[in-house]
């Protein structure tokens, strides 16, 4: 009977214990062992291709793919890269490449120039902040954000939670779509114009709208007007090749759910958006989770001009 209690007693004290949460320090060092990969296509500017070893290379985009392994006492990480020129109406580089690949160790280190609180990726010369669990984005020497262009931003995805590419054989030629885009706003009632280029179907099922399955890609403005006394949020509008002429217009709000979390941007009745800091956008859920995007776009926005 006593051996019998004592087999009883060992097996709740191995359910309790299994039942017990992870410690997130735990969990974090379980995934740091298991790896990370991330993907994505960004502008090939000097302080990249310097980290790339492709000094004064001819090179207009750079496609990743960035894998982190290791724990903290055996972090490494490896770069595989493959620099070029666009091609016209096409995504990704064109057939003149240069493949690269480099590799070394990381660390981890904590702020970034807008959060002190967030969780910052250092391999060497070059930083990228975590924007949540799926996506990371590149940072300048002083901290801050790197900010893109109407046509690639500088957010790289995870691998493993990428949205799917669309078919090619349903793919059309949407760049011949056109669509109408009003005059640049300038002046002290404009908070930002953030523009870029994001993956089609996730965005369109987050904003409920219905979308051909051909359709791959977007091409976005998005004006966020403010009271030029107060600098409290007023109206939107949303442009783009969605809208083929028309736009999305309405009152817009900002609010930041719990200290050292991302501002939360809704558009009434359309989209929302995490704000990763000034000049960066991203497109979220409606829980206000960003949206992971794949190896040629992210859904990431720019800011186009200050106020």
Request: aromatic share 8%; glycine share 8%.
């Amino acid at each position: 009977m006593s051996s019998l209690r004592a087999a009883v007693s060992a097996f709740i004290v191995f359910v309790a214990a299994s039942e017990l949460p992870v410690p997130a320090s735990a969990a974090a060092n379980r995934q740091e062992r298991t790896g990370e990969t991330f993907v994505g296509t960004t502008p090939a500017t000097p302080e990249l291709l310097q980290f790339l070893g492709a000094v004064g290379a001819n090179a207009e985009l750079i496609e990743w793919k960035l894998s982190l392994q290791g724990n903290r006492s055996t972090a490494r990480y490896t770069v595989s890269a493959t620099i070029g020129l666009t091609q016209a109406n096409m995504p990704g580089i064109s057939r003149e490449k240069r493949h690269l690949d480099v590799g070394g160790s990381w660390s981890t280190a904590k702020g970034t120039r807008s959060n002190a609180m967030a969780d910052v990726i250092v391999l060497g010369n070059l930083s990228f902040v975590r924007l949540g669990p799926s996506i990371i984005h590149a940072l300048n020497q002083d901290r801050s954000l790197m900010t893109g262009n109407g046509g690639w931003s500088f957010s790289l995805n995870r691998s493993d939670r990428l949205e799917p590419l669309v078919d090619p054989t349903l793919v059309t030629q949407q760049s011949s779509v056109s669509y109408t885009i009003s005059p640049l706003s300038t002046g002290p009632s404009v908070y930002g114009v953030f523009e870029g280029r994001t993956p089609c179907q996730g965005v369109a099922r987050a904003m409920r709208m219905t979308v051909d399955p051909s359709c791959a890609k977007v091409k976005w403005r998005v004006t966020l007007y403010q009271d030029p006394q107060t600098r409290t949020p007023s109206s939107y509008k949303v442009e783009g090749s969605l809208y083929r002429g028309a736009k999305s217009e309405g009152r817009w709000t900002i609010a930041q759910n719990q200290p050292g979390a991302l501002p939360v941007i809704r558009l009434e009745s359309s989209a929302t958006f995490v704000q990763a800091d000034d000049d960066v956008l991203l497109f979220a859920d409606r829980q206000g989770n960003p949206l992971v995007g794949n190896a040629s776009f992210s859904y990431t926005l720019d800011r186009r001009t200050r106020p």
